[in-house]
């Protein structure tokens, strides 16, 4: 696998109260750095999220989890009050140039399954960012979210490629 030349730095945030979004953004933090061509990737906890450095990023991908009944985790609040304010009177060309993807991480036993997941993937979509690959949930009911984890990113990879290749 080999990334094109006009691959950008890929930045994968999460938020996560017990890790397992964490986990996720560094699996796929260590894949990006194994295939060629992919000169630039970093992982970023959500608790060190600043606006103004956030829309700079080319290519973003979220890892994020739902805390109870729909709520940020304890690392996810400034950024989803960031996104929530940003909603309101929506920019649709404030993020114009980025790509992104979100992997929700939630429990259907809760009634605000995948709350966070869906926030930020609508959110960055109405802000002008381009989504690039599906979007996914992840279910803790039944501890199926690493499986739903790994259908998701089954085709990661060669479609996230395959955009580059021809864009």
């Known amino acids: 696998m080999q990334a094109p030349s006009n691959f950008p730095e890929i930045v994968f945030y999460f938020g996560s109260q017990t890790g397992t979004a964490e986990k996720f953004a560094n699996l796929l933090d260590s894949e990006a750095q194994k295939i060629k061509g992919i000169e630039n990737s970093r992982v970023i906890d959500f608790e060190e ?23 940020p985790c304890d690392n996810t609040k400034k950024a989803f009050k960031w996104l929530r304010d940003m909603k309101k009177n929506p920019d649709n060309t404030f993020l114009k140039g980025m790509k ?64 580059y290749t021809r864009n």
């Open 49 to 71: 999220f600043k606006p103004e450095v956030f829309k700079t990023h080319p290519l973003v991908v979220i890892m994020v989890a739902t805390h109870y009944e729909g709520d």
């Open 100 to 163: 992104f993807t979100v992997f929700g991480l939630g429990d259907t036993s809760y009634e605000m399954f995948n709350t966070m997941g869906k926030f930020f993937n609508s959110g960055l979509e109405e802000l002008g960012a381009e989504r690039v690959y599906k979007y996914g949930e992840g279910n803790a009911e039944g501890n199926k979210t690493e499986d739903d984890f790994n259908e998701w990113r089954k085709d990661f990879w060669k479609e996230l490629l395959d955009y």
